[in-house]
T-cell receptor, first 115, second 113 residues
Framework: GAVVSQHPSRVICKSGTSVKIECRSLDFQATTMFWYRQFPKQSLMLMATSNEGSKATYEQGVEKDKFLINHASLTLSTLTVTSAHPEDSSFYIC???????????FGPGTRLLVL | EDQVTQSPEALRLQEGESSSLNCSYTVSGLRGLFWYRQDPGKGPEFLFTLYSAGEEKEKERLKATLTKKESFLHITAPKPEDSATYLCAAALYSGAGSYQLTFGKGTKLSVIP
């Protein structure tokens, strides 16, 4: 149980384009989903927290107009990187948490490369 | 400032050589201490949650323990397939009934056959 999927697993795009990443909880309802970014040899850095049906809460320093988050249902959250630039290249990982408990279950991650 | 520090950064063990990974934390309002395993290019895989000092949990060759200031991940007789980066994270209350995880940088474990 507690499986979280992400799609796509990797994406290469040109500078200036937008990229959408999907995060799905496959076997449980996720009232809260989280988006993280991980640079090489660094730990996971929380970007934003999203609750189903409400606006996401962004961490300090994360541009909400650049990283658009939509949590439209209890099993799906999307992260759109708008007008991506090479410095946005990173490993993006989502996690999901059920209503009961604190455990976050992570997706497999999406490797984004902006040329 | 809430901090989670893991040591060592990297650890090389011979197969069968037991050891421990350390996670020290200086946080206020700790709700739980989590351990995850992360393989290269993949998302973290949940291992354990510890809630109170003195608590221990085991899974195969891994055992996690918790004190008021740190947590240890003991690995007994490791095998090459245990090679991975092990992350610890502190769950902190972030308001409105929600909790966030603050991660350490991880310990990269390599088990040599």
């Amino acid at each position: 149980g507690a499986v979280v999927s992400q799609h796509p697993s990797r994406v290469i795009c040109k500078s200036g384009t937008s990229v959408k990443i999907e995060c799905r909880s496959l076997d449980f309802q996720a009232t809260t989903m989280f988006w993280y970014r991980q640079f090489p040899k660094q730990s996971l850095m929380l970007m934003a927290t999203s609750n189903e049906g409400s606006k996401a809460t962004y961490e300090q320093g994360v541009e909400k107009d650049k990283f658009l988050i939509n949590h439209a249902s209890l099993t799906l959250s999307t992260l759109t990187v708008t007008s991506a630039h090479p410095e946005d290249s990173s490993f993006y990982i989502c996690s999901a948490r059920a209503e009961q408990g604190e455990t976050q279950y992570f997706g497999p991650g999406t490797r984004l490369l902006v040329l | 400032e809430d901090q989670v520090t893991q040591s060592p950064e990297a650890l090389r063990l011979q197969e069968g050589e037991s050891s421990s990974l350390n996670c020290s934390y200086t946080v206020s309002g700790l709700r739980g201490l989590f351990w995850y395993r992360q393989d290269p290019g993949k998302g973290p895989e949940f291992l354990f949650t510890l809630y109170s000092a003195g608590e221990e949990k085991e899974k195969e060759r891994l055992k996690a323990t918790l004190t008021k200031k740190e947590s240890f991940l003991h690995i007994t007789a490791p095998k090459p397939e245990d090679s991975a980066t092990y992350l610890c994270a502190a769950a902190l209350y972030s308001g409105a009934g929600s909790y966030q995880l603050t991660f350490g940088k991880g310990t990269k474990l390599s088990v040599i056959p």
